[in-house]
Every structure is written in structure tokens, then in C-alpha cells.
């Protein structure tokens, strides 16, 4: 078991962008799948992005392709997520996952992280 911790969410205007990071610790880091969801008010919890253990194969969420970037760093333990174009509706609390599989990570990811709010007014 890995833990996470996310940084990087705050406030951001309509068309700009954020970048989020999430640092793990405890588990051997470059072993696993790293992933983010996020979770709207009064919504469930979605599947956003993926990149495989080897940085080689990233996966993503139609409604934020295009717009949103994931990339690892192996030696720093690290993921991040670089959004561009932000739109109202990607207001959400942000939470990076982690599991040994590329395949579950999609659906059932072992690790969690608390998570990061991002804001983002019209």
C-alpha cells in the first residue's frame, strides 16, 4: 500500500489552467499504475486519467482530453496532472489513486489520497 498526498488545487478563472501533483510514499513507486479522479458536488466520483508504470501509456476521460496532461516521475515518487482550458464544470475535489494494475486503476483503484479542491468560476 502506497500513501498519497495531493497539492496543487486552488481557484482558477474560466479558460485557465492548474497543475496538480501527487507525491507517494511507502510502496515501491515505480511499480504502480497513478491515476486522478475527481468528485463534483452531489456527483459520484470519475475516472479523469491513467499512466502506466513505465510513463508509456496514458489514458483519458473524454471530457478532458484534449485539455488535460498526466506525466510521472519516478525518481520524485511523483504524478502530475497539467489542465488547460478549464472550464466551470471541472470544478471538483481532485484525488490521485494509485494501483499496482493499469487495468483496475480505471475502475477500482487500491490507494487513495485525500484529495484537492479546484475551483474554477465563469
Known amino acids: 500500500q502506497v500513501q498519497l498526498a495531493e497539492s496543487g488545487g486552488g481557484w482558477v478563472q474560466s479558460g485557465g489552467s492548474l497543475r496538480l501533483s501527487c507525491t507517494a510514499s511507502?510502496?515501491?513507486?515505480?511499480?504502480?499504475?497513478m491515476g486522478w479522479f475527481r468528485q463534483a458536488p452531489g456527483r459520484e466520483r470519475t475516472f479523469i486519467a491513467a499512466?502506466?508504470?513505465?510513463?508509456?501509456?496514458?489514458y483519458y476521460a473524454d471530457s478532458v482530453k484534449g485539455r488535460f496532461t498526466i506525466s510521472r516521475d519516478n525518481a520524485k515518487n511523483t504524478v502530475h496532472l497539467e489542465m488547460n482550458s478549464l472550464k466551470p464544470e471541472d470544478t471538483a475535489v481532485y484525488y490521485c489513486a494509485a494501483d499496482p494494475s493499469i487495468i483496475t486503476l480505471p475502475t477500482m483503484p487500491r490507494d487513495w489520497g485525500q484529495g484537492t479542491l479546484v475551483t474554477v468560476s465563469s
Open positions: 499512466i502506466a508504470w513505465t510513463g508509456g501509456k496514458t
Open positions: 511507502g510502496g515501491t513507486f515505480s511499480r504502480y499504475a
